[in-house]
């Protein structure tokens, strides 16, 4: 992620908006800017929907909520992200809430006053902050600044704590190796403090870069480390991701007996706690593993079991997902007029969340489908929408 100057945005700043320093450049080149509104009065407020407005109305923008319930909104999430064409509001909770002004004026006075515990603890809020919104670089520049006050001060504690957030910031940008370097400096400390629940999350965080550069053998055996702590401290929270990640471990060597008995105990776990988006999820996954196994039936049963949980949820990628892989089961059965409701879900959920690609994906398994039962016109009006 590149940092880059950029020119106010005068619609916005004038509509009381405040530009944050920094300006963030993602993967995908869309170019990103954060805006906070303070002091939450019904005037201001009226006002920042009225630039909001203007903003989309001028520049062609599109606003990612219902201006209907602006007012409630904003006082919950008072940060606006402009992401090349459209306009969200973010959430970001901290206690008290957060403003960037005053803490970097507070990190200044400690510093005049060589005050290292506040030096530590706000430096550490600060990159918190930058981290949430992606500006890597600031990020860790805070971060540092945390862990040499926190070893100055010599508190265990937060070095440690200053080591996992540093280790975060190297994982979000590929940078691997140090992320474990850190991550393991980590664990040290927490083996130190006797601290069981942090080196449980530790575990996680290691087999999860093994995980993200492919070695997964590593990935499980860190994973059976973090369930191990889990179980010692009944951590059920724990065990339930743990139990889903080794799934997944599994799942990527092709070993689908394992990869489903983990899923299995995720599911158990995820039940007790009623955790409707990872039972979906876990579904899903059940349901890739037994089509790798041929066993059509417990796949096309596990993923009805994730369809049903991603409406009540809502949840239009699941839906996207699940209604693809639907599709493509029925097709090879052959079912194709399941087959056929099965893609026209996948192409309706790829609409409402304007994946283009996917609804060109979608379009031409219709079209296949047409063909097989021998409907030309359709299927070459499927095919023609696809490459549109």
Known sequence: MAISAIQNTPILTTGGFKKLPFRAQ????????????????????????????QECQEKGRTYLGDLETFVQRIQEAPYLVKEGKTLRLVSYTDDPPFDLDHCLNDLKDATKLGDLTKMTNISNKIGNFYLFFKNFSEALKYYHQSLKSGEQWGDAISIAKAHCKIASVHQALGSYQEALKHYFICLEKAKALEDALAEGGIYYNIATVHYLCENFTSALEFYHMQLSIAESISNRESQKIAHYCMGGAYLSLRNYPQAL????????????????????????NMGNSYDSLNDYPKSLDSYEKCFESALRLHDQELIKSVCRALGDIYQDLPDHRKALESYQMYFEAAFRLNDRLAMGEACCRLGRVYELLNRPHEAKSCYEHAST
Do not use: M, P, W
């Not at 805006?35 to 929907?49: G, N, P, S, V």
């Open 261 to 284: 008995k983990s899923y299995q105990s995720c599911l158990e776990r995820a039940d007790e706690q009623e955790d409707q988006e990872l039972i979906g999820n876990v579904y899903f």
């Open 26 to 53: 993602t993967e995908t080149q869309e170019k990103v800017s954060v805006y906070h509104l303070k002091d939450l009065t019904l005037e201001k407020i009226e006002r920042a929907k009225r630039a909001i407005l």
